[in-house]
């Protein structure tokens, strides 16, 4: 069972007694686990408190909510999930989350150096300054401080620059990027993305019956910009989303002139942008250019969320938006998001005293020492199976397979190993990339990997041969 560090916070003990009881009650059945009510009469805490601890675990996909029964385990297959059980970026993810799986799906860069250490001893020494009240006075928008931190961090000119009014916290990048398309009444529209592009983009987009053209990326990150222009030009395009500087799962980084170019036709066509921010601290170039340097203000949207760098103690997501300040601030109080403010007063501090970016100058350099040994060992293992181009930033390979394979069944052949892998299929709605597959460097690196990246490469060697 999994136990707490001593000095926790209550929410914590009782996020650890949880996981306890999860993992008791692990098998192939959901099981019913206890009401706030009743764990906090058993623990004795408030119900407040075994809210938030379930809203974390809820969060982790390890506990689902089912209304007027309380909440429940989720399954978990006893063998792994195969991918034609269902669906393939859910059985990545359930198969991930097993015990004593290597997971080189994974995405998560604060594995490697998170901040949630100097984030908890924050908010124990605000605690002591703002003492919890009976009834907490939860900010509908995200904390004053926490929004005016965000909107100095984004400030780079008179030009670009940002009010704490036009910051917006919520439970998650899926929650904020959500309220965004209805805020903006983009709902039912068309999308351009990039591609390969996030899962949680797509998923979301799809979610807000969005048709969505995928827009491939070549190898060295650039868009066929003839082709762009031409789609633009051809297609009811109202918005477009794109990373703001490495492109992610693929690791490249776009040049300046090209995003100026791309933002001077979205401006043309009156086409929001949407940049995705999540990676955007993760180049390993200084100063790259990012979309927001060139792109129109008044039609400019960008989302993030902290937890891939500082660590899953900070998982809510932000927008940051100068139009339809009305709509966005009708909508975040109708969610009514109930956000620790004392956590995101930790957040805003750890940006205001600028330890995040020693933090950040840290983690890169971490990145980039584990990039260059995976690298190595990709080159070392490949036996020929696989073209490798060194990401620019990031925390993952995007792999291409010399000869055509369906990278599905090699994830499948490697489950049963015990090795789970990221299919490039995963990363595109109309399942592009099936020769592709996204690898983490961001791993657990006392384990073998090497002996799992020999296996990748026979195991695409096996399917070639069937």
């Not at 965000?150 to 780079?156: I, Q, V």
């Not at 222009?229 to 992610?248: D, H």
């Not at 891939?308 to 940051?320: D, F, S, T």
Request: net charge neutral; hydrophobic share 40%.
């Amino acid at each position: 069972m999994t136990t707490p560090p001593k000095d926790a916070f209550a929410y914590q003990e009782v996020y650890h007694y949880l996981l306890g009881l999860i993992e008791a009650a692990s098998g192939t059945t959901e099981q019913k686990l206890p009401s706030l009510r009743q764990l906090a009469l058993r623990l004795g805490v408030s119900v407040s408190t075994t809210k938030y601890a379930y809203a974390l675990l809820e969060d982790e996909g390890r506990i689902h909510a089912r209304a007027r029964f309380g909440y429940f385990t989720r399954s978990m297959p006893a063998a792994p999930v195969a991918a034609s059980s269902g669906n393939l970026l859910d059985s990545v993810f359930a198969s991930a989350r097993q015990p004593a799986m290597l997971a080189l799906s994974s995405d998560a860069p604060a594995m490697l150096l998170s901040l949630q250490a100097p984030l908890l001893l924050m908010e124990r020494e605000l605690t002591r300054q703002y003492p919890h009240a009976h009834t907490p006075l939860y900010q509908p928008l995200g904390e004053p401080e926490l929004r005016e931190a965000l909107a100095e961090r984004y400030t780079r000119s008179a030009h670009s620059h940002w009010q704490a009014d036009q910051v917006y916290i919520g439970a998650d990048l899926r929650s904020v990027l959500e309220l965004s398309l209805s805020a903006l009444n983009l709902g039912g529209s068309v999308a351009l993305v990039e591609s390969p592009c996030s899962w949680a983009i797509l998923r979301q987009l799809q979610a807000a019956n969005i048709r969505v053209i995928e827009m491939p990326l070549d190898e060295d990150g650039c868009f066929n910009l003839p082709a762009l222009n031409e789609l633009l030009t051809r297609e009811p395009v109202r918005l477009a989303v794109l990373s703001s500087t490495v492109n992610i799962p693929q690791g490249q980084l776009m040049p300046a002139q090209d995003k100026q170019q791309i933002c001077d036709w979205l401006a043309e066509r009156d086409i929001w942008l949407f940049e995705n921010d999540t990676w955007g601290e993760l180049s390993f170039s200084d100063s790259p250019a990012r979309y927001r340097d060139f792109a129109d203000p008044d039609k400019l949207l960008v989302l993030s969320t902290f937890d891939k760098l500082i660590g899953g103690e900070a998982p809510y997501g932000y927008v940051l938006c100068r139009q339809h300040a009305s709509q966005f601030h009708r909508l975040f109080m109708q969610r009514g998001f109930r956000l620790s403010p004392v956590r995101q007063k930790a957040i805003a501090r750890l940006y205001s005293s600028r330890r995040i970016d020693q933090h950040l100058t840290t983690l890169r350099a971490m990145l980039f020492k584990r990039m260059q040994q995976l690298q190595i060992l990709l080159e070392e293992h490949g036996n020929g199976q696989w073209q490798v181009v060194v990401p620019q930033g990031g925390a993952s390979f995007w792999l291409k397979a010399v000869r055509p394979i369906d990278m599905q069944r090699v994830f499948e052949r490697l489950l049963a190993e015990r090795i789970v892998i990221a299919p490039g299929e995963i990363f595109s709605q109309q399942g592009a990339w099936k020769q592709y597959l996204r690898l983490s460097y961001t791993l657990d690196w006392d384990k073998d990997i090497g002996h799992a990246v020999k296996r990748l490469a026979q195991a695409i060697t096996e399917e070639n041969r069937a």
